[in-house]
Every structure is written in structure tokens, then in C-alpha cells.
């Protein structure tokens, strides 16, 4: 739920802050927003008080314009002395006294900030409010370290960049210095706008198919190949001559109780492992690896380009090196059972392709297997430089129609350290020309073994 305050506009005036002050009192604990943030009182003759000042407004102005100015004009405002229901209030302050202690950490050429204090309930409540960034706006650091003596409260070092993260201030990632870098070259005249660039793909989505029934069959072979011990230490057996005598099973108790605890944990590990195991197998088989030619027609080169190549809902992307787990290890068979003699004979371990073992390391993927960030160093006038590849792999579920003339459009978002603005565009997808179903994705049967022991 958002603040109840309307964000079109700047809040100026004393009337304005107090609205403001309103929609918090009214708020949920988790209403701070990218614009706003609250807190009790800080003890601003701690360096833990100045410091939560100045980290929100280096949090503030280290916003990309765009997104700052979709609230109260790019402004950002943090309060201090209440919280939603909770109305405390601060001591009266002396700006002149607090500027240069909080200019400590923010630098004299940091954001643009004005405190204002203003009664609400009959508290006495801090309002700083920071000015929106703009375009040719610097990178503000932090620019004296500061060290917690708060349990719980990570300390930053001089020189470090802050950043708004929704309702977090935070360490800055890669992603946020290039746009912050952006920020800055927007502003310069002479920075072209980024275009006259072609995006060609190469590769396929590799269409996989694993049924259920699939599943349970193979599961139901694993429990069948690996029954649980016998718990009977003797029975009647007979001889070749045809006398009586008596079968003793010589594995020891603790062993069989050994067993039966890593057999049923095998089980369980076995069926969780089924579906990743399948899509292993189909990154393994994969033959035609998704990447992009980028081409720079223009007159000049292209510098740290980042290419986000986002994929339709359904299917994932996987990189060659990706850990997506290992079968589990059979249970180690009990002393004096034949369960041993076979299992030696089987090499449990995985083992990757030559294309596989290759260092990829110039893309990530997102969590959700839905975006790939390629990086490309530079691109010289003229000239193409491809991506480094990925895997695309979608299930049968997904696909409507017949399979082969099945297509995607996948967006693809390009941005460069030496221009301005971004290249958008999009790129269609095709499936490979054989699709992978059960019987080549999920793993052998295992031999059942004899219960003789």
C-alpha cells in the first residue's frame, strides 16, 4: 500500500510537509518508498545519528533522474522523530551547527539538502528534504568512513557509493554505476545518442519434455533397486545333498540400520534430483547456443556496452558452467551384500563436455532465469563483436501449436558507457529442430540387485 499523499507535485510549504506527515501516521511499517523514509529519534551528538542523515541523502541524490522524478518531482524526503502511529518527536536543531557535520560524510559539492523543522500533534518533528537529481549530476561518494559502534549496523568505507533501493539505502552494484554514469553523460552536449546498431541472433530454445508418469516410473525402479534389508537373521535353508540346515545373515545389525538410514535419504534426494537431473541433461545435449552479433554502424566506437536480452515467461536461460546439482550417491551397501560387486563397476560422477568446462564469465543471468546481461568491452566503429552464449530450454507445457513453428520475441536492451539514452529492440526465437522427452533426459535404471546377502 502506498502513502496516502499525492506524489504529482513538490511538497514545499509547511502545509504541504504536514500532509506528509499525515500519510505516515496513517502508514503500514513498510510504506517507505523509494521518495520517502522515517524514522524515531536519532541522537544527532552520535556519529550513528549524523550518519543515518547522511546516508539517506546520499541515497536520495545517487537516484537516476527518470526514476526519482516519477514522485514529488524528484525530490526525496526522510523524517525523523515519528513513525507510522507513533509519534515522538526531536529536539529543535541548529542548521548551522548540522551542516557541516553531516557535509562530513556528504562532501560541501554533495546533493542539494535543507532541514525544516515542523510541529505535528505537538511534537516537533525534522524534515530533510533533498533535491531532485539532474541530468550531468556527479556521482556523490561517501566521502569520510564511518564505523558502527551499533550492534547489528554494517560500517561503509570512504569513497563508497550509496544508492536508493525502493525503501533501502544500500551499497551500490555494478548496474547502479553505469546508470549514475549515464546520469552524467546525459548532461554533456556532445554525448550521441546511442543508435545505428544491430542485434542478430544465433541459436535455438531446446524443447524438452518429462512427464510425470515418466517420473513416478523411474522412482518407483529406484525404491525397487534398492528394497530395505531384511530384518530376519536366520532362516531354514538346504544344502546341495538336501539336508536341513539354517541360512545366518551375516551382515551386523548396526549395519542394516546404517543402511536403511542412507537408503531412504538416497530415495528422497533421488526423487527431488529427477527434474533438475533432466534439465542437466538437456543443457548437456544442447546444440545450438543462443548469443547476439552486435554490429555499431555509427561513426564511433561503443564502450562498455551491457546488452539484457529478457526472455518470454516459460522459458529459462542456463549458462554451460551452471551448478544445477548432482544425482545423489547410492547408500553404501551393507558388509557381505552383492549389492557391492555391481556398484563399483558404476562411475556415479558427472562429467561435463569440453563446452562445458569453458570459462564463460562475460554475462549474468538473473534469479528467475529470465534475463541475461551480456557485456561486450567495445565495439569499433563499424565493426561486430558477439555475445558470449547462453542455453534456452523450455518444456512442451509451454507450447501451444505444433512445436516446430512455434516462435518467441525475446526484448533485447543496450546501453554504452559513452552515450546517452539506451537502444531498444527485439530479437525472435525458434526451437531446435529435436526435442528431448523423457527417455533421454532421466537417468538409467539402476540394476535391481538380489537380496541374497
Known amino acids: 500500500m502506498a502513502l496516502n499523499i499525492d506524489p504529482s507535485r513538490p511538497l514545499r510549504t509547511i502545509p504541504q510537509l504536514t500532509a506528509l506527515l499525515e500519510a505516515i501516521d496513517g502508514a503500514e511499517p513498510g510504506d517507505e518508498s523509494f521518495a520517502v523514509e522515517w524514522k524515531r529519534p536519532l541522537e544527532l551528538n552520535k556519529a550513528s545519528g549524523r550518519f543515518a542523515i547522511a546516508k539517506c541523502i546520499l541515497g536520495m541524490g545517487n537516484r537516476a533522474v527518470e526514476a526519482a522524478g516519477r514522485s514529488f518531482g524528484g525530490r ?3 523524517v525523523v522523530g515519528m513513525e507510522p502511529r507513533n509519534v515522538v518527536g526531536m529536539p529543535s536543531i541548529d542548521y548551522a551547527d548540522l551542516q557541516p557535520q553531516i557535509e562530513a560524510y556528504t562532501g560541501e559539492d554533495g546533493p542539494s539538502w535543507s532541514p525544516q523543522q515542523v510541529t505535528y500533534e505537538g511534537q516537533n518533528i525534522l524534515v530533510i528534504t533533498v533535491e531532485a537529481p539532474a541530468d550531468g549530476d ?6 569520510k568512513s564511518y564505523q558502527s559502534d551499533q550492534r547489528g549496523e554494517r560500517g561503509h568505507d570512504k569513497g563508497a557509493v550509496l544508492v536508493r533501493h525502493h525503501a533501502m539505502t544500500e551499497p551500490a552494484t555494478v548496474a547502479d554505476i553505469r546508470e549514475l554514469e549515464r546520469r552524467l553523460l546525459a548532461g554533456q552536449p556532445s554525448v550521441e545518442a546511442i543508435d545505428d546498431i544491430v542485434a542478430t541472433p544465433s541459436g535455438a530454445v531446446q524443447v524438452i519434455q518429462v ?6 516410473q523411474r522412482q518407483t525402479e529406484e525404491e525397487e533397486a534398492f528394497p530395505p534389508q531384511p530384518d530376519v537373521t536366520s532362516g531354514p535353508a538346504s544344502t546341495p545333498f538336501g539336508f536341513r540346515t539354517f541360512k545366518v545373515n551375516a551382515t551386523p545389525q548396526e549395519e542394516r540400520e546404517r543402511y536403511e538410514r542412507e537408503r531412504v535419504q538416497y530415495l528422497r534426494d533421488f526423487n527431488a534430483a529427477l527434474k533438475p537431473h533432466s534439465i542437466r541433461t538437456a543443457v548437456e545435449r544442447h546444440p545450438a547456443p543462443f548469443e547476439l552479433a ?8 561503443l564502450q562498455e556496452l551491457e546488452i539484457r536480452v529478457t526472455v518470454p515467461e516459460g522459458v529459462h536461460i542456463f549458462g554451460a558452467n551452471d551448478d544445477l546439482g548432482q544425482m545423489p550417491r547410492p547408500p553404501k551397501p551393507p558388509s557381505n551384500s552383492v549389492i557391492a560387486s555391481f556398484q563399483d563397476n558404476i562411475d556415479w560422477r558427472h562429467h561435463a563436455s569440453a563446452a562445458l568446462r569453458a570459462n564463460l564469465d562475460h554475462f549474468s543471468i538473473s534469479r528467475e532465469r529470465r534475463e541475461v546481461t551480456f557485456t561486450i568491452r567495445s565495439i569499433h566503429a563499424g565493426q561486430t563483436e558477439k555475445t558470449d552464449s547462453v542455453l534456452l530450454v523450455t518444456g512442451t507445457g509451454r507450447i501451444s501449436g505444433d512445436v516446430p513453428s512455434t516462435r518467441w520475441d525475446a526484448e533485447v536492451h543496450i546501453t554504452a558507457s559513452n552515450r546517452a539514452d539506451a537502444w531498444h529492440g527485439s530479437v525472435q526465437l525458434s526451437p531446435t529442430s529435436s526435442m528431448l522427452a523423457d527417455g533421454q533426459l532421466l537417468p538409467l535404471a539402476t540394476p535391481r540387485r538380489s537380496d541374497d546377502g
Open 76 to 78: 526525496g524526503y526522510m
Open 138 to 143: 556527479r556521482i556523490h561518494p561517501l566521502r
Open 211 to 216: 512427464t510425470d508418469d515418466a517420473v513416478k
Open 294 to 301: 552486435i554490429t555499431n554502424n555509427s561513426r564511433t566506437a
